[in-house]
């Protein structure tokens, strides 16, 4: 009887801080050893001098999220999750919402009927917070808590979720007294619907005019904003999809001043610009419509080296897929809207670790035990999962990625999504995952998709270790 279930040889193991060569032992589903010249595993995989890091931890993207019709997520758990393997990511945290009006726990349990049964890969559930009532405060977010769901997200803007700081100093509270912790989406909703009125008031309605309903001026109000509230919560917080300068320097001065402020960034405020909504009036650019929308060149620039300096604690894909053509995405009822009426959210799930291996480590940009930090090991330890998930050594869960160095050409044709369009499409990039195991099982093999629907497990989350746990 060998050893091990699977044995992978030659491996150069990455993981936030070391760099080495060895031979993965991997037994029920875990790492159990590791070192040179293991005994034979039952199946073998040889990877031959290349890059085995963990696999991802996505912890943020969208999965069929309830929508007002005529408007569907492209994703459910099925589609997301085997784009997600093929991708590289093993570990993927979508949002249960509540609605205005609905409990907490029913936005959980019909959350878990849309992912019962279809996951490929392990999943966790952050909360939407959208309607913080007494009971909500009182009984069911501490309970969900205790239960495994330990982080929420809060809005800033967008009227069906947002809260005012009344509500978010509430909820920023409960993240305090029971461990969890608090994602916000910082934008300053008021100034984003007066400038949104004036700009159709003056038929300006393309894509584009997007980004110019939302500078980065109301990024920066919003994270000042709530930077301040947690501070007077005195609790950790995490900002999401930061975008551009004005915000990465409030995060800043957060942190010189001992505040714990955490941040989050994804691919699109690296690879895309406000040009990519349109340099014209062409509908062309709705494909781009997110939330912060990406801003200028240079810009790009200053989120790199966030990522380099440690500014960002999260790279995230922001996942929120919506298909171009048809009536259910981009075209709401089938037509050119104006552009406050486009889904915000653009597909990533399957890109993101490439883009940032290929054009972060194999461009210099950042090492690669900075890039095991930010897509796996940190995001585990925010949301309670680590050292279960995100980490590569003796014990955590054997999702692993082996690195394919070479060069293509991106096309959305190559990817597992449910989207019609990737915003990368013709993209030259240097590295793919060869090999991608979720519990030591081959998801991708390079070629193609073999998970099994289903096999992905809900993950029941700790508290987050991100920082040393409070004492009293
Ligand atoms: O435009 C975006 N980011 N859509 C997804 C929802 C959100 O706010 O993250
Ligand atoms: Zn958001
Ligand atoms: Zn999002």
């Given amino acids: 009887m060998p050893d091990f279930d699977l044995v992978i040889r030659n491996a150069r193991a990455v993981t936030a801080s070391d760099l080495f060569d060895c031979d993965i032992g991997v037994k029920d589903g875990r790492i159990v050893q590791l070192g040179q010249g293991l005994a034979a595993g039952a199946r073998e995989i040889d990877a031959a001098g290349r890059h085995v890091t963990p696999g991802g931890v996505d912890a943020h993207c969208h999965l069929?999220?309830?929508?007002?019709?005529?408007?569907?997520?492209?994703?459910?758990?099925?589609?997301?999750?085997?784009?997600?393997?093929?991708?590289?990511?093993?570990t993927v945290i979508p949002f249960a919402l509540q609605q205005k009006g609905q409990s907490l726990r029913d936005a959980v349990a019909d959350y878990h009927r849309r992912a019962d049964g279809q996951a490929h890969v392990d999943y966790a559930f952050h909360l939407i917070v959208s309607d913080p009532t007494p009971t909500v405060l009182g009984e069911e977010l501490p309970a969900l808590i205790r239960e495994g769901y330990t982080s929420f997200k809060i809005y800033m803007t967008y009227d069906s979720l947002k809260l005012d700081d009344g509500q978010i100093l509430d909820v920023l509270a409960v993240a305090r007294e029971h461990g969890a912790m608090a994602m916000v989406h910082a934008e300053n909703a008021e100034c984003i619907e007066w400038l949104s009125r004036r700009l159709e008031a003056a038929g300006r309605t393309a894509p584009r005019y997007h980004a110019h309903a939302r500078p980065m001026l109301v990024e920066r109000e919003a994270t000042h904003r709530a930077i301040a509230l947690s501070e007077l919560v005195d609790v950790p917080i995490l900002i999401v999809h930061v975008s551009g300068q004005e915000a990465v320097e409030q995060i800043r001065w957060a942190r010189a001043?001992?505040?714990?402020?955490?941040?989050?960034?994804c691919p699109q405020y690296l690879f895309l610009t406000a040009e990519d909504l349109g340099i014209d009036d062409s509908y062309e650019g709705a494909r781009c419509v997110c939330s912060p929308p990406p801003r200028g060149r240079e810009n790009q620039q200053v989120i790199w080296r966030g990522l380099a300096d440690g500014l960002f604690t999260i790279f995230s894909s922001d996942h929120?897929?919506?298909?171009?053509?048809?009536?259910?995405?981009?075209?709401?009822?089938g037509e050119e809207r104006p552009f406050r009426h486009i889904p915000n959210?653009?597909?990533?799930?399957?890109?993101?670790?490439?883009?940032l291996w290929s054009e972060g480590v194999m461009a210099g940009r950042i090492t690669p035990n900075k890039f095991v930090e930010l897509t796996a090991t940190n995001p585990a330890k925010a949301y309670g999962?680590?050292?279960?998930?995100?980490?590569?050594?003796?014990?955590?869960?054997?999702?692993?990625?082996?690195?394919?160095?070479?060069?293509?050409v991106l096309r959305n044709t190559m990817l597992h999504h449910d989207v019609d369009y990737t915003p990368y499409e013709g993209m030259h990039l240097s590295a793919w995952p060869a090999v991608t195991l979720s519990r030591g099982e081959v998801v991708w093999d390079g070629a193609a998709f073999r998970g099994t629907r289903g096999a992905g497990r809900f993950l029941r989350c700790g508290q987050p270790t991100l920082l040393p746990r409070r004492r009293g």
């Fill in 257 to 265: 001043h001992g505040l714990h402020v955490f941040a989050e960034t």
């Fill in 64 to 90: 069929d999220q309830p929508e007002p019709p005529p408007i569907r997520m492209a994703d459910g758990f099925d589609s997301g999750t085997r784009s997600a393997a093929c991708g590289g990511t093993t």
């Fill in 385 to 408: 999962l680590h050292p279960r998930k995100g980490s590569l050594s003796v014990g955590a869960d054997a999702d692993l990625v082996v690195w394919d160095e070479r060069e293509f």
């Fill in 320 to 333: 929120a897929p919506y298909r171009f053509e048809g009536g259910e995405g981009k075209h709401p009822g």
């Fill in 345 to 355: 959210g653009i597909p990533g799930l399957e890109t993101r670790m490439a883009l």
